[in-house]
């Protein structure tokens, strides 16, 4: 199990190693660096697994990912990982938003209240939004109810 080994590294590979593990503000790089550099300092995947604070497969994965593809491929940027498109919901969503969060949800999804995850799950369902967190969703209403304190869309 513990015959897996990062392979020997290039110059650039090991200066950018180096600087991804001194990394404070991403710790997923930092600690793929680790991994990577403890292997190629003969370290067992045991030894890696027990120091880093993970599983020896782990380890295995993280070294296999960067045998096949590089630093790139055990590089993490939250800003890669976020959906593509616009994140900004306009005035004519939020009143389509704020519309069906008024109308009486008997109508729609057969019961007496909404929640706030009902209300997702029906945004969602009928494609008025892609995604949406329950928090931003909470915060979107509460910011309509405040601007509009008689609760009419406008």
């Given at each position: 199990?513990?015959k897996?080994?990062?392979?020997?590294?290039?110059?650039?590979?090991?200066?950018?190693?180096?600087?991804?593990?001194?990394?404070?503000?991403?710790?997923?790089?930092?600690l793929?660096?680790?991994?990577?550099?403890?292997?190629?300092?003969?370290?067992?995947?045991?030894?890696?697994?027990?120091?880093?604070?993970?599983?020896?497969?782990?380890?295995?994965?993280?070294?296999?990912?960067?045998?096949?593809?590089?630093?790139?491929?055990?590089?993490?940027?939250?800003?890669?990982?976020?959906?593509?498109?616009?994140?900004?919901?306009?005035?004519?969503?939020v009143?389509?938003?704020?519309?069906?969060?008024?109308?009486?949800?008997?109508?729609?999804?057969?019961?007496?209240?909404?929640?706030?995850?009902?209300?997702?799950?029906?945004?969602?369902?009928?494609?008025?939004?892609?995604?949406?967190?329950?928090?931003?969703?909470?915060?979107?209403?509460?910011?309509?109810?405040?601007?509009?304190?008689?609760?009419?869309?406008?």
């Amino acid at each position: 199990m513990d015959k897996v080994v990062a392979r020997k590294l290039r110059p650039y590979e090991a200066q950018k190693l180096k600087s991804m593990k001194r990394q404070k503000t991403n710790s997923v790089n930092c600690l793929h660096a680790g991994t990577i550099l403890l292997s190629r300092s003969g370290c067992t995947n045991r030894q890696i697994a027990e120091q880093c604070g993970c599983t020896p497969t782990w380890v295995r994965k993280i070294i296999h990912r960067f045998n096949q593809g590089g630093i790139d491929a055990i590089c993490w940027y939250p800003y890669y990982c976020a959906r593509a498109g616009t994140r900004k919901f306009f005035a004519d969503l939020v009143e389509q938003i704020c519309e069906v969060a008024l109308s009486p949800p008997k109508r729609l999804i057969g019961m007496s209240v909404w929640s706030l995850e009902k209300l997702r799950e029906y945004l969602i369902s009928q494609k008025i939004v892609p995604s949406i967190s329950l928090e931003w969703l909470r915060q979107l209403l509460r910011r309509f109810s405040a601007t509009n304190p008689n609760g009419v869309c406008e």
